[in-house]
Structure formats: C-alpha cells, structure tokens
C-alpha cells in the first residue's frame, strides 16, 4: 500500500515559518536574561520576568485563538499572529529600560501564543493519520533544530556584540517567517459564526498537557540560565555548541522514534524518553568539562527532544478534527505555564544555590514524571477511544 503524501509545499512552508518563527524565540529566551543583568541592571528575578511575561502573555491569548480560527480562518489568524510577532520584534532595538522592554515581551508572546497556536493547527490538519506521529514529529524537528540555531546565534553575538545586534538579527528572521506564512495557501475555509459558546480549554487534552507542562518546569532551567551555568563551570565557548550537539542527537534518533510511535504506540517511546531526560540533567549537573557537557547536551536532546512531539500528538489524538484547535492551544499554554514558572523558580533560587545543583535535583523531579504520565496515558487511552466512537457514529 503506497505512504500518504507528507511532504506537501503546504507542510513544508509551514515548517520553514514554524523554524523562523522559533529561531527568534529561543535566540531572545537564552539571551534575555543574561542581558537584563549585564544592560539593564535587573536582579535574577527580574531577568526571570523577561522568560515569564512573555509566555504569560502567550497563555492568555490561546485560548481565544482557536475561536478566532473558527470565525476568521487558519491562513488570516496566521499572517495577523505572524505579523505581530515580526512588528514586536523589530521593536526591541528601541527600548533601553526594563518596563517598556518588559511590556514589548508582552506583546511579543502574543503574536507567539497565536502563531504557535496556528500553525500547530494547520499541521495537524495536513498530516495523514496514518502518519501522524512521523509527521508531527518531523513538524515539531524544525523548532528542535531553531532550537540549535538560536540559542548559538544568540550566545555568539551576545558575547562579542551589543544585544541590539541581536535585536535586528532576531528581527529579520521574524519577517522571514511572517514571508513564507503569507505565500502559504490553504484550501478554502468555510468560516463558521458560533451560535453556542465552546469551551476555551480542552478537557480531554489537558492530562497529557499537564504532563507536558511537569517536564517544561525542568527543561526551562536549561532554556533560561544556560548561558550563566556555562560561564560559571568555564564553558562560555563551548555553550554555543551545546544545543548543536541536541540537535544532531535529535535529527538522527527522530526517523526512528516518529515510526516507532505511529507502529508500536507512544509508551514504547516516551518512557526511555524519560528516563534518558533525566540522565541529561543529570549529566548537566555534574559536568565540570566539555566532555561530560557534550553528552548531557545529547541524552536531554533525544530525550527531551522526543518526548515533547510524542505529546503532542496525543493531545490532538484525543480529540476530533474540529477541536484540534482548542486541543493545541492547551496543550502549547499548559506548556508556557511549565516554562515560565520553571524560569520563576531557578530565577528566585540562582542567588542562593548553584545552578548545577538545580540540575542534578532536577532529574529526581523528571524520573517521578513516569508516574505523571502512567496517569496521564491512561486518562488519555480514554479519551481517544471516545474520540473514535464518535466518529464511527
């Protein structure tokens, strides 16, 4: 029997803005902090506030969003989100003070919320069902591999320039992503008027999106301070490559890992993920040295790395097309909640306890995450099965 059609021009200029779109996130999400205390003067606290604002602000507005798709279609809710987040961008190199950098991220993690919201929607819709864990997985690769290219433009720039280089860096691949956002065209969408108010949340999606959200507490420690954890263990220069080492772990294991979830089923995949998550952290605790560095760099980027499109392929599983939308935004907002807060706390407790040693505590927290998700797949089993009973009526 011949494979459904993946990779479509559709699938493949949503990836490419998706790619962009997540180069300037996590360029400005490894660099943010570290420049509010050397610029700007701001406490650890207040370098936390520009990771925590931001996706504050992108929780809040994903909610709405699916709504917004229902009434005004995927392609107009996706060029306005992109929009905002390239005008946002292009912004920062205008302010020099806290405040009004603090309420540009603001704005900025709305058009993120959207855009995030959007095309993770479109995706879902694209993807064969009989590929669906492959294709989702490959979708979310190209954000895994914005999450190389960002954090090592961010950390050399930020080491030999002023950060409003980056600003403008950040800027124009903001516009690149609004560019292939705008030449994506999607089959004509018959916009819907709501009679009945539909739920802003997706019950049904929200026990793997909490999953999630357990997880990203942890790894938003690694997102948010690496750059200072590399400078105090004397790893400045190799910190740009240690997301060039998740990646290259991540793009070898992910042809394997997207088939085995659509062949054998998620927990094949997702409990080694686990338990190699929590070896890289670790792993990261511990490492006085390049080498040791360098390999909690690969075990957090295969399993990190995998276990986060492993979930959210379930979380859209759990629901029917039309929801997939809502089903999205829960899952993407739960996640900011485990990012920023994760960002909060190793904010409030760098003062006073080694960042190291945050880590290496941090994988007692990842391996109870088994039981979180053991939890989580059960309620979930359930939900699809309802999901499919529906639709056979």
Same mark, same amino acid.
């Given at each position: ?150 954090? !090592?433009? *961010?950390?050399?720039? %930020? ?10 860096? =950040? $800027? #124009?691949?903001? /516009? ?94 997702? !409990?080694? *993920?686990?338990?190699? %998550? ?10 006085? =040295? $390049? #080498?040791?560095? /360098? ?99």
């Amino acid at each position: 029997m011949e494979k459904e059609v993946l990779w479509n021009k559709e699938f493949i200029f949503i990836s490419v803005a998706n790619f962009f779109l997540f180069v300037t996130y996590y360029a400005l999400l490894v660099s943010f902090p570290s420049a509010a205390i050397r610029n700007y003067g701001a406490t650890g606290m207040i370098a936390g506030l520009f990771t925590a604002v931001f996706l504050v602000a992108a929780i809040i507005i994903r909610p709405f969003t699916g709504p917004w798709i229902e009434r005004r279609g995927k392609r107009f809710i996706m060029i306005i989100s992109l929009l905002i987040f390239a005008v946002a961008s292009f912004s920062y190199s205008f302010f020099d003070s806290v405040i009004p950098l603090l309420i540009l991220r603001f704005i900025h993690g709305i058009g993120f919320g959207m855009a995030t919201t959007i095309t993770g929607t479109i995706i879902a819709d694209i993807v064969p069902e009989s590929r669906k864990g492959e294709g989702m997985g490959y979708f979310v690769m190209s954000s895994n591999l914005a999450m190389v290219l960002g954090p !090592f433009i *961010a950390l050399t720039i %930020f080491r030999a320039f002023d950060i409003y280089v980056l600003f403008w860096i =950040g $800027a #124009f691949f903001a /516009f690149t992503a609004l560019v292939f956002g705008v030449a994506t065209r999607l089959e004509k969408e018959e916009k819907t008027t709501i009679m009945k108010k539909q739920p802003m949340f997706e019950k049904a999606a929200m026990p793997i999106s909490l999953t999630v959200a357990f997880f990203a507490l942890s790894y938003s420690t690694v997102l948010s301070f690496m750059a200072i954890f590399a400078a105090e263990r004397g790893l400045g220069a190799e910190s740009s490559f240690f997301f060039a080492v998740f990646a290259v772990v991540l793009i070898l294991s992910r042809p394997f890992t997207g088939r085995w979830f659509d062949q054998y089923g998620a927990n094949v995949v997702i !409990f080694p *993920a686990i338990l190699l %998550f929590g070896l890289g952290m670790l792993s990261l605790g511990l490492s006085q =040295g $390049a #080498f040791l560095f /360098f390999i909690a760099a690969g075990l957090i980027g295969v399993g990190w790395g995998t276990l986060f499109p492993c979930f959210q392929t379930l979380a859209i599983q759990s629901v029917e097309p039309k929801r997939r939308s809502v089903a999205t935004a829960t899952f993407l907002s739960t996640l900011d909640i485990g990012i920023g807060g994760g960002s909060l706390i190793v904010g409030a407790l760098a003062g006073g306890m080694d960042l190291g040693m945050i880590y290496a505590f941090s994988s007692v927290y990842i391996f109870t995450g088994m039981a979180v998700y053991y939890w989580a797949q059960k309620k979930n089993a359930i939900s699809i099965e309802g999901t499919q009973q529906h639709r056979e009526a």
